[in-house]
């Protein structure tokens, strides 16, 4: 059971829950036809280098090898949270643990913060004058990307319409002439959400590189795109490091008579630690021995007179 904050309903509590369901197969199966049709458009016609965005449809130019598929952010967002965040429980009283996106496409937005009941489109800047919170501050503490604008859908359609005029014209072209800043590193809660939004309608439906397999030679085919998978199962991973733990040896110095021994990877790790090593039983026998024991503290009598 969960609760849900709003009148929509909700099937799901959490996002994990709804990409392990049929529903999101059947989805991702009917989004993956739309998809198939709009890069087959995409690459039939090279001359006007035109893709028709697969939420709205309007056709917008792109460069050669360009793999978006949405004319806006804002059409991004609006695709996703019809894919992901119209299942998804959204308790709002927090941060926003999931659907960032239907956040972000609403028409008015309302103050995260308990007992406001302020309502607008530029939430950031209420954040700012009426609580305090800079912007920047208020991002990380919700969750939000540094470079997302926490405004409502209209707002944001108007600033992109507008056009680009005073000093914002004459910077036009001169930020890639400038030396690069190093970056801040920041993983937000909304990357994150993306990320899992990705991976979850790539893997399924793409197939990874042709591998082979460390353990036994054998070809394989990796089941996803990401990463680089070393091993075709679990057991012949398992096998694999068994077998390197019990061959694999190095070249040490022993620390009592100055002896090369071929040790274990757990002596090496020891020996690059700074710890010492021992070559065998007699060695060891003579180290633990000369090592000092610990005194025990003497305990001298009192004198006539004073107190124990």
Request: hydrophobic letters at 30%; glycine letters at 8%; one cysteine or more.
């Amino acid at each position: 059971m969960f609760k849900v904050r709003g009148t929509r309903a909700r099937q799901f509590c959490s996002m994990r829950c709804y990409i392990s369901s049929d529903e999101f197969k059947k989805n991702r199966l009917e989004a993956s036809a739309k998809g198939t049709a709009a890069s087959a458009a995409r690459w039939s016609d090279w001359e006007p280098l035109t893709i028709p965005c697969i939420e709205c449809g309007t056709v917008f130019r792109a460069k050669p090898g360009d793999r978006r598929k949405y004319c806006s952010s804002m059409c991004y967002r609006k695709y996703m949270a019809k894919r992901f965040d119209r299942y998804i429980a959204n308790p709002e009283k927090i941060a926003l643990p999931q659907a960032y996106d239907e956040f972000l496409t609403k028409d008015t937005l309302h103050c995260l913060i308990e007992g406001c009941d302020w309502s607008g489109n530029h939430l950031s800047l209420h954040m700012n004058q009426a609580h305090g919170i800079s912007a920047r501050q208020f991002k990380k503490l919700a969750g939000f990307n540094l470079s997302s604008g926490i405004v409502s859908k209209p707002l944001h359609e108007a600033l992109c319409e507008r056009p680009i005029q005073g000093n914002a014209a004459s910077l036009v072209g001169t930020f890639k002439d400038r030396p690069m800043q190093p970056k801040e590193r920041y993983i937000s809660a909304e990357a994150r959400e993306h990320s899992m939004k990705t991976r979850a309608l790539i893997i399924g439906s793409e197939t990874g590189p042709v591998r082979t397999c460390l353990g036994c030679n054998k070809k394989f085919t990796q089941r996803s795109p990401f990463g680089k998978a070393k091993f075709h199962s679990i057991e012949c991973r398992d096998a694999y490091y068994a077998l390197k733990l019990q061959t694999e040896r190095h070249e040490l110095s022993c620390v009592i008579c100055g002896s090369i021994f071929s040790g274990s990877r757990q002596q090496y790790r020891r020996a690059q630690a700074g710890s010492p090593v021992v070559c065998g039983t007699i060695c060891r026998g003579s180290f633990s021995g000369s090592m000092p024991k610990p005194r025990k503290a003497e305990l001298k009598p009192a004198a006539r007179g004073e107190e124990i």
